[in-house]
């Protein structure tokens, strides 16, 4: 059965040709925007790590500040001041790079032995609170950090698991940015965004008195009413006497930062799922075509014996080798993204197995659905009708 | 008006030759209405084809109406065609999508003709064959005599010298059959145009001047 | 010839309603999308104002200074000679090697000292537009952008202003604080747009005063779409005198014509060459990166570091390849469900080729019936492409951006629908039109 199918589709090689190539650039469509889908949806699945609702940036400017030890004061001020108001839980001034803004900073270097590659965060010791970090080992900063001989640091979990798991933390000083003793480790900071992939952090101690700590960290009550805003913002220029600050909501960057995924992803998906109702469309079309031209064969081979399910399946099985052969080419093709590791440490190779996969049995089961009916009703041909129309 | 010399047709399979025609020699004169009998697969529709020009023969040459046929796929030759040549087939093979008048254009259509030219000819065809009162009919609306009344209108109203006709009341009851013939004949006598007829049919190859039979890709009479 | 072959083409397409309507449905998605990109290309880099003069700009937003170092390696061979070891040293010099960058736009004062006079600029301008502030009016926070620029700005930049004008050369001079709102702006702030010059707004401590009011620019680009424009002069701190090369501002030249483009880039880039670095320990190499507006937007798409036309030729390339991707699938299919369309009419085809038509005419009369139903469906495509895009703009998924469907967009819609129809059309067509004419006749099912 199989062999006589085979030499149908061969005989009919010309125009089983088109049906190859559409099945094939649709898996090749299929294939790419799935790998792209299923990275992001894996890297949606890790936890942030951080306290996003309820939690705004005040973004600061003190490099202008020509008298830096009163800076230094009112940063203080301005923190315990806002701290006293009921609707502030707790707030903490960090470095230049806040979350979803894009901006890195990292370094690597083998100093110790081993490879160490991590982006640069600088916090002061109400971060952890503020954010809603969770530790997982060791401690948070606290005062005693401010005059530590070597500069505490606080990794995250995936950083200690591919460089520091098995070795010692609490009496050894490493190289990282300086010399650094590791007092914690927290499991998770995606500050990038949830569709980022999650890179090695290292937090660094800096007091929320440093000049080059301009954004103040606010996390607010549940509930807190939107008008509070203004308020913090008048506290903020009286005590500060600046005006060009801005209040930044951190779930809306956090919401806006998901978007710009989220839009292309869904588009690219609507499109592909498009361009696949198409294919099955134009398949089916063609299949009911097939088979009205082909009454006569089909009279003769039940004629000859030939069961009802027997002629289906023949159907069936002849657009199902085509759709197969163009599903093993393609597959042939992919398969060589993750044997060349191409695109690396973005993609893994993980993803563009799960996508293959799912391309390929979800053409399949299209292929299937769109045989299905012409060929139930080819196989319900009535021989001596369709032979006498001959 | 039509000469046939030395012609063969073979076709040729990867296993099989098979001989249409074997060293055919027909000559057709001007205003003679041929007739060419045969039975079945004997090679008569081979024959009525290469004297249309739509089938070339394996050897020979092919004259019509002076003009030595050479290449057959070339603008001049459908060109040709369409000025001199008129078919009737048997089983009419009228465009339905088209109506009456529309189907009889359809040959004026590759001429530079206007269209209000093309409607007054296919009005004149039309009326020849006494279907005035249907031309804005379709084809699905006719019956299998008028159908094959429209096909002779299309026939014949680029008016051609020569009309080649394969079995045209071969889908006809003999009532029908009679009438077709009518009109090819009263075309031939009227007009003096050249008819080459393939028939099954005894009686209406004997209304012609001259019955040519084949058997087996061999003409025989 | 052509409305029997139109009428024709309907019929057919009403013979096979299921047909036509695979046909249709995949041909109006593919135009629908294909309409949308166009427009989206079109609002993003078409001439419109502010930008109408945009072949003409270069701009230049962002100044590198890296630190070159040359890798020198001292090798030690070992070898054996006469049983001894030998050693055999050699020294390389390597390739120059980028140890430090930094990247940033660039600040007042070098732009001042070193920009004024390049050869080819008809104008120029600077400008910043990194600045943004919260205001409270009526317990609603506004979050205003501000971007502070100098009078020629709005020579450069032809802004279409609904009231007012813009500031003058001395107002800038003067510090007179005075301030140009963006449509959006005044609405937010004054509830309308009606009678708003002249009225004032209060912004980072300063009364201003509302002399102009300007369209949103459609197609948002972060030097033109703002909310406040303000001359530059009022800029707090020490925004306009600090010495450093790398700052807020960005600058903008206008060429003489699009080609003179290059005579600016050009002679931007050797004036980098010439300028002496602040302090050459840290950085020994100053690179300036020029862009035109079309390379500077596919260099914020495109992962290409520092090189606007490396960038936009890769966008090209992209956005080429995905497009033509993308038509792939929709043509094969129409292919293929035209051949079988096409198959069945075998026995027209004979009986037309049987009277005279020759293969020129039939590959016409197939293709021309193919583009008859591309425009079909490329109305339909048009209609859902209209509604599509109103619901974007509406939704405001492409932030500030507001997609158009004018004149240009559907001008290449129409030829989209034209070349579509053709390629999808001519295989099929070329099939037939090669069929013999005894065979063709003999499928004998008209």
């Avoid at chain 1, 592909?272 to 031209?293: E, M, P, Q, T």
């Avoid at chain 3, 912004?203 to 033109?224: A, T």
Wanted: a negative charge; proline letters at 4%.
């Amino acid at each position: 059965m199989i062999r006589h199918i085979f030499q149908l589709v061969w005989n009919k090689k010309r125009s089983n040709a088109l049906l190859f190539l559409e099945i094939f650039f649709a898996f090749a469509i299929l294939f790419l925007v799935l790998t792209w889908v299923t990275r992001n949806l894996r890297l949606f699945s890790t936890p942030l790590g951080f306290e996003t609702e309820n939690t705004w940036i005040v973004h600061l400017d003190f490099y202008d500040a020509e008298d830096t030890l009163a800076a230094s004061a009112t940063k203080v001020r301005l923190r315990e001041e806002l701290l006293a108001l009921p609707q502030i839980e707790a707030a903490s001034y960090g470095g230049d790079v806040s979350p979803f803004s894009g901006s890195t900073w990292s370094t690597n270097n083998d100093n110790n032995g081993f490879m160490i590659q991590t982006h640069l965060i600088f916090a002061d010791e109400h971060y952890k609170d503020a954010a809603r970090l969770k530790l997982v080992q060791g401690r948070w900063f606290d005062e005693t950090d401010r005059d530590a001989r070597y500069k505490p640091a606080v990794i995250i979990k995936k950083l200690f698991d591919e460089s520091f798991e098995g070795r010692n933390l609490k009496d050894s000083v490493y190289t990282i940015n300086g010399e650094n003793k590791i007092v914690g480790v927290v499991d998770h900071y995606k500050y990038h965004g949830d569709f980022s992939p999650e890179y090695n952090v290292t937090f660094f101690y800096k007091p929320s008195s440093a000049i080059d700590m301009p954004n103040l960290h606010l996390l607010l009550a549940p509930g807190t009413p939107a008008a509070f805003e203004e308020e913090v913002n008048r506290i903020v220029a009286d005590v500060t006497g600046m005006s060009d600050f801005t209040i930044e909501h951190l779930q809306k960057s956090r919401d806006l930062d998901a978007r710009s995924v989220w839009v292309p992803m869904v588009s690219m998906l609507s499109i592909c799922g498009f361009l696949v109702l198409n294919v099955a469309l134009g398949l089916f079309g063609v299949l009911w075509y097939n088979i009205s031209k082909r009454r006569a064969e089909v009279g003769l081979r039940r004629t000859l014996g030939a069961s009802r399910t027997e002629v289906s399946l023949q159907f069936v099985g002849e657009i199902m080798i085509v759709s197969l052969l163009a599903l093993l080419l393609g597959v042939i093709f992919a398969v060589q993204l993750p044997l060349m590791g191409v695109l690396e440490g973005e993609i893994e190779a993980y993803d563009y197995y799960v996508a293959m996969g799912v391309g390929a049995a979800f053409i399949i089961g299209l292929v299937l659905l769109c045989t299905f009916y012409p060929s139930q009703e080819a196989g319900r041909l009535q021989p001596a009708i369709v032979l006498h129309e001959e | 008006m039509i000469q046939l010399e030395n012609i063969t047709k073979v076709y040729q399979t990867k296993v099989i030759e098979t001989t249409a025609l074997d060293n055919i020699n027909i000559e057709v004169p001007e205003g003679e209405f041929l007739s060419i009998m045969g039975p079945s697969g004997c090679g008569k529709s081979t024959l009525l084809n290469i004297m249309g020009m739509i089938d070339e023969p394996t050897t020979g040459q092919v004259k019509v109406a002076g003009k030595l046929v050479g290449n057959y796929h070339s603008k001049a030759t459908a060109r040709f065609r369409n000025e001199q040549l008129g078919f009737i087939f048997q089983s009419f093979h009228l465009i339905n999508e088209l109506s009456v008048i529309d189907n009889v254009e359809l040959p004026l259509i590759y001429r530079k003709v206007s269209g209000k030219q093309r409607r007054q000819m296919a009005e004149a065809a039309l009326t020849q064959v006494g279907l005035s009162n249907r031309m804005k009919h379709f084809p699905s609306q006719l019956s299998g005599g008028q159908k094959q009344r429209v096909a002779i209108a299309r026939a014949i109203v680029g008016q051609p010298r020569i009309i080649l006709a394969d079995e045209p009341t071969g889908n006809l009851d003999s009532a029908m059959g009679n009438e077709i013939m009518d009109i090819l004949m009263r075309l031939n006598q009227e007009q003096g145009t050249t008819i080459v007829m393939v028939t099954h049919d005894e009686t209406m190859a004997r209304k012609t001047h001259r019955l040519v039979r084949l058997f087996d890709g061999q003409q025989v009479s | 010839m052509l409305s029997s072959y139109f009428k024709l083409a309907i019929k057919v397409l009403g013979r096979h309603r299921f047909f036509t309507f695979i046909s249709l449905f995949g041909i109006s998605f593919t135009l629908m999308i294909l309409m949308v990109t166009t427009s989206f290309l079109e609002t993003e880099l078409g001439s419109h104002p502010p930008l109408t003069e945009k072949d003409r700009m270069v701009l230049l937003p962002r100044l590198i200074m890296k630190q070159m170092v040359t890798d020198t390696t001292w090798s030690v061979d070992t070898t054996m000679l006469d049983g001894q070891p030998a050693y055999d040293s050699t020294f390389t010099v390597g390739k120059k090697r980028q140890n430090s960058y930094s990247s940033s736009s660039l600040s007042y004062s070098f732009l001042d000292r070193y920009m004024r006079d390049i050869p080819g600029a008809e104008a120029h301008s600077f400008f910043c537009a990194d600045t943004q502030f919260d205001i409270f009016i009526n317990g609603k926070k506004l979050n205003f952008k501000a971007l502070y620029s100098d009078a020629t700005y709005w020579e450069i930049f032809d802004f279409n202003f609904l009231a007012g004008r813009s500031f003058q050369p001395s107002e800038v001079e003067r510090q007179v604080q005075v301030a140009v709102l963006s449509r959006k702006a005044a609405v937010d702030y004054f509830g309308t747009t009606e009678q708003v010059v002249g009225r004032s707004i209060e912004m980072d401590g300063k009364q201003l005063e509302v002399i102009g009011i300007v369209e949103q620019p459609s197609n948002s680009k972060d030097y033109v779409t703002s909310e406040v424009y303000l001359p530059l002069t009022l800029m707090s701190g020490s925004a306009l005198t600090e010495t450093g090369f790398h700052g807020p501002f960005t600058a903008v030249f206008l060429a003489g014509s699009p080609e003179a483009r290059s005579t600016i880039v050009e002679a931007i880039r050797q004036k980098a060459d010439r300028i002496p670095l602040p302090n050459p320990e840290d950085y020994n190499k100053l690179e300036l990166m020029p862009a035109t507006v079309i390379g500077l937007y596919a260099y914020y798409m495109m992962p290409v570091q520092d090189d606007p036309e490396g960038a936009l030729q890769m966008f090209t390339l992209v956005a080429v390849g995905l497009m033509l991707l993308f038509i792939l699938l929709p043509t094969l299919n129409l292919i293929n469900l035209n051949i079988s369309r096409a198959m069945e009419r075998s026995a027209e085809i004979g009986v037309r080729k049987a009277f005279g038509a020759h293969s020129g005419s039939i590959l016409a009369q197939l293709v021309f019936e193919n583009v008859v139903l591309t425009f079909l469906g490329g109305i339909l495509g048009w209609l859902f492409a209209l509604a599509l895009i109103y619901l974007v703009n509406d939704s405001q998924v492409l932030g500030d951006t507001q997609l158009q469907f004018n004149t240009a967009v559907f001008l290449y819609s129409l030829l989209i629908c034209l070349v579509f129809g053709i390629l999808s059309g001519l295989l099929p067509a070329y099939r037939m039109s090669k069929l013999h004419i005894v065979n063709a006749i003999k499928f004998n099912n008209l």
